[in-house]
């Protein structure tokens, strides 16, 4: 019989990974599970709670995971016990994808000199701690190399109005992105960011005057559109594959272009 990993065109076949942050058909991690399997990537899927369940369990089953988890990254050990599964599940990982955030409505839209100590606290331990902690759970297990992809915004780096704290915390977890590249890039695991232009999803509806935002992106962006959640799978599967295995550390934009310009 011919193994399947030896298939030009399925350039992700045999490797089995973790993907994390799938809320509904229209999330960014749902296009990006899609991209990985069509590549012949084998998939664990995690929901966060039980109410979510009922509506990420049909789209587990549709990409064929091999596991549903619930993951709560506010819960100790939950995040443990995830890959702990993953492992008994899989032997290995080759890749992660973590597109999770949270930030309390207030901080997001308020000054960030108001921004409590709890809600700054909770923002950066759910939106960029859990992604070092991932790696740290993951790591034993990557014993072959392999690729942790977390999702960032263009408010890491410019102010953007109504992103708040956000853009604080995901200008850490870029920064984050790079050290932990440094860190895990002897054992062969390569670490990227991927910073998509505004797609409205569950998580974008939070921003305030968001269709504002889709809109001036539009406008300014080269390609004169914004970006699909197709296209961020696609470039995410892309970061998985043997075709980037001379890449690491980086942030990539997929955003039309928008962010080269003022």
Do not use: W
Not at 106 to 131: K, P, Y
Not at 144 to 163: D, F, H, K, P, Q
Not at 176 to 189: F, N, T
Not at 233 to 251: D, I, K, R
Request: hydrophobic share 45%; net charge negative.
């Amino acid at each position: 019989m011919t193994c399947q990993a030896s298939s030009p065109a399925l350039p992700l076949a045999g490797k089995k990974g973790l993907i994390t942050g799938v809320a509904n058909d229209k999330s960014i991690a749902y296009a990006v599970a899609q991209a990985i399997v069509a590549l012949g990537g084998e998939v664990a899927i995690t929901y966060q709670n039980d109410k979510t369940a009922r509506y990420t369990q049909p789209l587990a089953d549709a990409l064929g995971a091999k596991l549903f988890l619930k993951l709560d990254v506010a819960e100790p050990g939950s995040l443990e016990n995830v890959v702990a599964e993953c492992g008994k599940a899989f032997g290995q990982i080759d890749f992660a994808i973590h597109s999770m955030a949270f930030c309390n409505a207030d901080d997001l839209h308020g000054r960030v000199i108001d921004a409590t100590e709890q809600g700054f606290d909770s923002a950066m331990n759910i939106s960029c701690h859990s992604f070092l902690r991932m790696a740290k759970a993951l790591e034993p297990l990557m014993t072959n190399g392999g690729a942790l992809i977390t999702m960032s915004y263009l408010g890491a780096e410019r102010v953007v109005r109504n992103y708040g704290v956000m853009g604080i915390i995901k200008a850490a977890l870029e920064s984050a992105v790079r050290y932990m590249a440094h860190d895990l890039g002897p054992k062969g695991i390569r670490v990227f960011a991927v910073s998509p232009g505004p797609i409205m999803t569950r998580a974008a509806s939070g921003i305030a005057n968001f269709n504002n935002l889709l809109e001036a992106d539009a406008q300014k962006a080269p390609l004169g559109r914004t970006v699909t959640i197709e296209e961020v799978g696609a470039l995410t599967a892309f970061l998985c594959s043997p075709g980037s295995s001379g890449m690491t550390g980086q942030t990539i934009f997929v955003d039309a272009g928008a962010h080269i310009v003022a």
